[in-house]
């Protein structure tokens, strides 16, 4: 970024919000505060304009309440709804992950496909053939699924897969 750009740019609250929660993440992954910064700002920028183009941008913080309440008058929402509970979805699921700041949702499903593309691409490393690679990628995401479900830190997510 130039030196104009930055003296011009200033932060959203989500954004600070967002540089606060993760940016330790971004650092623990490229180790450099520098190239962790750079990166953090490069997904802003994704994901802002994902939300922008995709009209999600608009939603209210607690659409999840929202989808809730219309659930009985709304049968998108119903319809919507019913097929996430018969996934095991709560309406607490639902409050949290809806009722979050659409940039916030997009920057866990960023760090999600990073860590997705990196167990896939570490399994292949180590020899795995692409549908066995495929197989440890699913295995990996039902067990965070299983363990962000019942609230068990992500730092036993290691722990999953040794079954």
Known sequence: MSIFKKLLYRKTTI????????????????????EAKKNFRNVIKIIEKESRDQGTHKYPENFGDILLERESTDDNAKKMLSQKRREGVTDADIRRWWNMHDLEKRMLEKIDETGRYATFEQAMDEGLNEDKAANIVRKNIQCMVILTTISIPAVKIGHCHQN
């Not at 967002?18 to 520098?34: A, G, H, N, R």
């Open 15 to 34: 954004e600070k919000e967002l540089e606060e929660k993760y940016l330790p993440l971004f650092v623990s992954i490229f180790q450099s505060i520098s």
